[in-house]
């Protein structure tokens, strides 16, 4: 159980161009999911928290109107990178929540290797 | 405003000995949760085990257990009889209380070798 996907898993786009990723929790219904961005050797920054039928809470740092978050369903978020650059290139992981043991537990999606040329 | 810290940027062990992988934390919540993730070269987070700031005991899931001193504020993993398999980035995080997001350390990689 608790299986989140991410669609697609790697993508290459050109400079200016909007990108669009999925994350979808299969097994369960999320109310809350994260996005979070990973350079090489580096940890997770969190760059966004989705609320079903909300907007989404971005971090200080995170443009808005650049990186676009839809929460439309229980179980399907959305990240759009809109007029990517190649500065945008990045490792894009989601991650869904649930209620389990009393306590609320993250599951990550596998990523998105996202590089703009 | 919470704070983790992992010291160790590479651990090397020989495979089927023990290893310890630090990490200390810092907030003024009074409850919190801790968790550690491993993240193997594929990209993925895998969800490895969960400390709660009031449990009694130290939290055990097979061969990962963490070390849990909240005096000291530190949270170590250790994992047992390691693996070819074990290596990878391995991540502690916190969440505060109240909170829904996760803070995360630096990291660290683990080389188990034969």
């Known amino acids: 159980g608790a299986v989140v996907s991410q669609h697609p898993s790697w993508v290459i786009c050109k400079s200016g161009t909007s990108v669009k990723i999925e994350c979808r929790s299969l097994?369960?219904?999320?109310?809350?999911m994260f996005w979070y961005r990973q350079f090489p050797k580096q940890s997770l920054m969190l760059m966004a928290t989705?609320?079903?039928?909300?907007?989404?809470?971005?971090e200080q740092g995170v443009e808005k109107d650049k990186f676009l978050i839809n929460h439309a369903s229980l179980t399907l978020s959305t990240l759009t990178v809109t007029s990517a650059h190649p500065e945008d290139s990045s490792f894009y992981i989601c991650?869904?929540?649930?209620?389990?043991?009393?306590?609320?537990?993250?599951?990550f999606g596998p990523g998105t290797r996202l590089t703009v040329t | 405003a919470q704070k983790i810290t992992q010291t160790q940027p590479g651990m090397f062990v020989q495979e089927k000995e023990a290893v310890t992988l630090d990490c200390t934390y810092d907030?003024?919540?009074?409850?919190?949760?801790l968790f550690w993730y491993k993240q193997p070269s594929s990209g993925e987070m895998i969800f490895l085990i969960y400390?709660?700031?009031?449990?009694?005991q130290n939290a055990t899931e097979g061969r990962y257990s963490l070390n849990f001193q909240k005096a000291r504020k530190s949270a170590n993993l250790v994992i047992s009889a390691s693996q070819l398999g074990d290596s990878a980035m391995y991540f502690c995080?916190?969440?505060?209380?109240?909170?829904?997001?996760?803070?995360f350390g630096q990291g660290t990689r683990l080389t188990i070798n034969p």
């Open positions: 991650s869904a929540e649930v209620l389990a043991g009393g306590t609320y537990e993250q599951y």
């Open positions: 097994d369960f219904q999320a109310t809350t």
């Open positions: 989705s609320n079903e039928g909300s907007k989404a809470t971005y």
């Open positions: 907030t003024s919540d009074p409850s919190y949760g």
């Open positions: 400390q709660g700031s009031y449990d009694q």
């Open positions: 995080a916190m969440r505060g209380q109240g909170a829904q997001k996760l803070v």
